[in-house]
């Protein structure tokens, strides 16, 4: 027995089978976002099997991100399901043209990986990592420990995770079930956004602007149910916003009065941005605080120092026994000789890309439109029509990553990644950036 929607036919006589189905459709597009699914009762009937069957399918459909329930409404095809990520919302960079999409550092200011590598793999030749050794290298926790200190970040227990994301996934699953709402930034990083929804978690948007979170949007979210936030301390992608300390004081006043709230504080700016730290963390009984290698020592260093209250990383530590077990003892001595070694001159990159970033703001203010770029590696530009500008860049010459990707409820924009533009970038880019985001002058009929 077979349903059909448009094009697409559902098949299947078991909930898993019905329920990959569907992912899978969702995953090609055959299944468009937003989409209607049948009455449960009637695909179980067109199926041939039991209601039970249909729904538990649905069920394992809605807490992998795929599908949403909108009471009497039905079920539909999430607005952007899990399985197709913002990643998806890519820009075809022209011939000739210039990709300022991605996010990415300058590569000409990531440090020699040859070195650390070597001087790691010989630490592994007179001292191999066995099973049952500690999981975590000890040069490089007292490393982050003294920087963790120096920030004022509370004491706890150290892990290592394969990058931000996978210390968010970890520390989410650790405390929250199906269901579960999370309070992000609106915008926020893409990757987070397409997470917590994968979870089975529902998205708490919490407006941001220059200094971060808002507070009075991170109370309403609370006070609505959100059991937990993820929040950026500096270098926030897209917009670039960095907490500042009244900021932090305001927020950490919220938090006071939800103190069971999970907080998750993303710290991926360190090493290269040169503005302090305001931790939040704790405020609150469970928390999390992840500091990342990818930025400023290399993307392929899957690497990210985590440490919380003792049951949060005690959780993470436990489930990563049970999958990777650790993430490799010879990439953490790696992150650890390149630490220690000074190998990056962290105020010189934060200089550099600081440049970049306040001189296409001013340029851009010169011609009469606003960014925002406090820190990091992106500018944010607030546009009527995201569609629109981008397409007009990409016609200039220029790709730029759609706010789509970044957003859910704020209004519309444009990220451009300044972290491979010269001097002698800025004014042309200006121009273009400037011509795609001004509305066409509107034509005067008699």
Not at 200 to 221: I, N, Q, S, Y
Not at 353 to 366: N, Q, S, T
């Amino acid at each position: 027995m077979l349903i059909v929607l448009g094009e697409y036919r559902i098949t299947g006589r078991g909930a898993a089978e019905i329920a990959a189905e569907v992912e899978r459709a969702v995953g090609a597009g055959q299944l468009r976002p937003g989409q209607t699914l049948p009455p449960m009762r009637e695909l179980a009937a067109q199926l041939g099997v039991n209601p039970n069957t249909v729904a538990a399918a649905y069920r394992t459909l809605r807490e992998r991100g795929v599908i949403e329930t909108a009471g009497r409404r039905g079920s539909r095809v999430r607005s952007k399901p899990a399985t197709t990520g913002r990643e998806e919302l890519r820009v075809e960079v022209p011939p000739g043209g210039r990709d300022l999409s991605t996010g990415n550092p300058d590569p000409a200011l990531l440090p020699r990986l040859a070195p650390a590598l070597a001087a790691a793999a010989r630490e592994g030749d007179r001292r191999p990592v066995l099973y049952g050794d500690d999981p975590v290298d000890a040069e490089l926790v007292r490393l982050a420990r003294a920087e963790l200190d120096a920030d004022g970040v509370p004491g706890g227990p150290p892990a290592v995770t394969s990058g931000s994301l996978d210390a968010i996934e970890r520390v989410l699953a650790a405390h929250l079930r199906p269901g579960d709402s999370v309070a992000v930034e609106d915008p926020g990083w893409g990757s987070a956004l397409d997470l917590v929804p994968a979870l089975g978690l529902h998205l708490a948007p919490v407006g941001v602007d220059d200094d971060g979170p808002r507070p009075d949007e991170l109370r309403r979210a609370l006070e609505s149910g959100a059991r937990a936030l993820i929040v950026t301390a500096r270098a926030q992608n897209p917009t670039g916003a960095a907490v500042t300390a009244t900021r932090a004081r305001a927020l950490r006043a919220v938090l006071r009065d939800h103190p069971e709230t999970l907080l998750i504080e993303d710290d991926h700016g360190h090493g290269f941005v040169d503005l302090p730290l305001h931790p939040l963390a704790g405020v609150t009984r469970h928390w999390a605080f992840v500091r990342s290698a990818a930025k400023a020592y290399g993307p392929d260093l899957r690497l990210a120092v985590v440490t919380g209250d003792p049951v949060t990383v005690d959780r993470v530590r436990g489930r990563q026994r049970l999958g990777p077990g650790w993430v490799s003892l010879l990439l953490q001595r790696a992150v650890a000789h390149l630490w220690a070694g000074g190998a990056v001159d962290r105020a010189a990159v934060a200089r550099s890309y600081g440049a970049r970033r306040d001189a296409l703001v001013e340029a851009l203010a010169e011609r009469g439109v606003t960014a925002h770029g406090r820190s990091g590696l992106n500018v944010w530009v607030p546009v009527p029509d995201e569609t629109g500008a981008v397409a007009r860049l990409v016609q200039a010459g220029w790709a730029v990553a759609p706010g789509a990707r970044f957003r859910l409820a704020s209004p519309q924009g444009i990220r451009v990644t300044v972290s491979t533009l010269a001097p002698e970038d800025i004014t042309p880019l200006a121009d273009a950036v400037a011509a795609a985001v001004r509305p066409s002058p509107a034509r005067v009929y008699g």
